[in-house]
T-cell receptor, first 115, second 114 residues
């Protein structure tokens, strides 16, 4: 596709439910990132995938959060037993390779509201 | 460890005046530095980056930023602000010898007043 695509754009869920957020990176991009944007908190790094390497999960806030990247393309971020503090905009980004000087291309984000 | 500080949550400037959005960083090695912009209801867009070479880098929409190693700063500037520049601006850093993800600041909301 032309850009990074995320779905759904908005998600309202009840506290305690599980949610899955999807990211389709730009075709051919080997690096994929998940960030979380909370009001007044900037962008918080969650997880990074690069090709077939083991992902960098150092930013995941708890064991309720997990992410997969199948076939080096589509990624799914799963939040189990959602809590109200999980409410935020979840942003996915991709970049062409692991070269550290390349900029990332961001999707529009998924706004998650836990009620 | 890497970090980014954007000391101003909000910057207001009159249309036509020069604007500056401040950013300082901390990395253990040498940095790659980025600026991104987020317009209302839109995703983050890349503006410019410093990799190496000339300390003054030019980017999209007439923006530029100057890398100052001694002051560990990477302030974003534009000679003449437009109302359409009103947005949320994020400074970001990546340590060349550290983590492979970009670390973002908390953002500065720029309002250009007509």
């Amino acid at each position: 596709g032309a850009g990074v695509s995320q779905s759904p754009s908005n998600k309202v869920t009840e506290k305690g439910k599980d949610v899955e957020l999807r990211c389709d990176p730009i075709s051919g991009h080997t690096a994929l990132y998940w960030y979380r944007q909370s009001l007044g908190q900037g962008l918080e790094f969650l997880i990074y995938f690069q090709g077939n390497s083991a992902p960098d999960k150092s930013g995941l806030p708890s064991d309720r959060f997990s992410a997969e990247r199948t076939g080096g393309s589509v990624s799914t971020l799963t939040i189990q037993r959602t809590q109200q503090e999980d409410s935020a905009v979840y942003l996915c980004a991709s970049s062409p390779d692991s070269t550290m000087n390349t900029e990332a291309f961001f999707g529009q984000g998924t706004r998650l509201t836990v009620v | 460890a890497q970090s980014v500080a954007q000391p101003e949550d909000q910057v207001n400037v009159a249309e036509g005046n020069p604007l500056t959005v401040k950013c300082t960083y901390s990395v253990s090695g040498n940095p790659y530095l980025f600026w991104y912009v987020q317009y209302p209801n839109r995703g983050l867009q890349f503006l410019l980056k410093y990799i190496t070479g000339d300390n003054l880098v030019k980017g999209s929409y007439g923006f530029e930023a100057e890398f100052n190693k001694s002051q560990t700063s990477f302030h974003l500037k534009k000679p003449s602000a437009l109302v359409s520049d009103s947005a949320l601006y994020f400074c970001a850093v990546r340590d060349r010898s550290g983590a492979k993800y970009v670390f973002f600041g908390t953002g500065t909301r720029l309002t250009v007043i007509a």
